[in-house]
């Protein structure tokens, strides 16, 4: 009689669009997977603006964990319109607007994206609150999860989904990012229509960019009514 195999246990660090959809992925052929994440819960922090999938990439991964058709019901074509101003004067110089054939990079809200895939998983998949600070323990295995409030566990496979600052990659790699030299400087605006009318007109359906040589001003119209604010 052969030998019962128990299922490795397979740990994806990171809650974004990567490492949900990976997980996802995962369950979907029956294979139990543990998402850990170091934000406190999923509505810790604004997801940030709104990402375009395209045909041939971001929609590919999102047929294999079969949320194509839900992922084109929250999407918004029209915010692929792009209006372009004049620094100094503020002059509308160019405006893009989308046509017919244009429709297969939809934008879609990030934290709609994620709640999508959040909604998805089995319930408890995601452990929240668990910073990963370095993954330890033998080449061939079991590895060892060490978070940075002090708790472990451990895995048999680690996916790292954690960003550009993955603490995975550095169980494999001493590579670093380099600084590029761009910074970007976030802001909100909530409920535009009626409390910002200005710059309603001014975004449009999508996005909207001034460019002096230097310094960039990029606005972008999130769907969805008024954005939800951490608690
Ligand atoms: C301005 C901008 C515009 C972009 N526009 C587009 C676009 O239009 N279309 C497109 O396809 N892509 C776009 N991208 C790229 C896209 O955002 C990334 O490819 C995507 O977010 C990568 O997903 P990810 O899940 O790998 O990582 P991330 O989205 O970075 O998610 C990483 C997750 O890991 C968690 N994490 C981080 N460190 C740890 C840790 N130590 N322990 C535990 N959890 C951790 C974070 O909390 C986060 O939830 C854009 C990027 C930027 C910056």
């Known amino acids: 009689m052969p030998t019962p195999v128990s299922a490795p246990r397979i740990a994806v660090i990171g809650a974004g669009p990567g490492g949900l959809t990976c997980a996802r992925v995962l369950q979907r052929h029956g294979i139990p997977v543990t998402v850990y994440d170091r934000e406190a819960s999923r509505a810790a922090r604004d997801q940030g603006g709104t990402l375009d999938l395209h045909a041939d990439n971001g929609q590919v991964a999102l047929e294999a964990a079969g949320l194509l058709d839900a992922f084109f019901a929250k999407a918004r074509p029209e915010g692929q319109e792009m ?17 017919p054939e244009e429709m297969f990079k939809p934008e879609i809200d990030r934290g709609v994206l994620r709640d999508l895939l959040l909604d998805s998983l089995a319930p408890g998949t995601v452990r929240w609150g668990h910073a990963l600070a370095a993954v330890d323990g033998p080449a061939e295995g079991p590895r060892t999860l060490r978070f940075a ?30 600084y590029g030299g761009v910074t970007f400087l976030e802001a909100w605006f909530d409920d535009v229509e009626t409390r910002h009318p200005e710059l309603a007109a001014l975004v449009g359906q999508g996005g909207a960019h001034a460019a002096d040589g230097e310094r960039t001003m990029f606005r972008q119209r999130i769907g969805g009514g008024p954005h939800p604010r951490p608690t």
Not at 83 to 99: C, D, I, K, M, W
């Open 149 to 178: 409030d002090g708790t472990t566990a451990a895995a048999d496979l680690v996916i790292g989904a954690d960003g550009a600052w993955s603490r995975v990659r550095r169980a494999l790699s001493g590579a670093l990012p380099a």
């Open 83 to 99: 209006r372009t101003y004049e620094a100094a004067s503020g002059a509308l110089t160019g405006r893009h607007v989308p046509g």
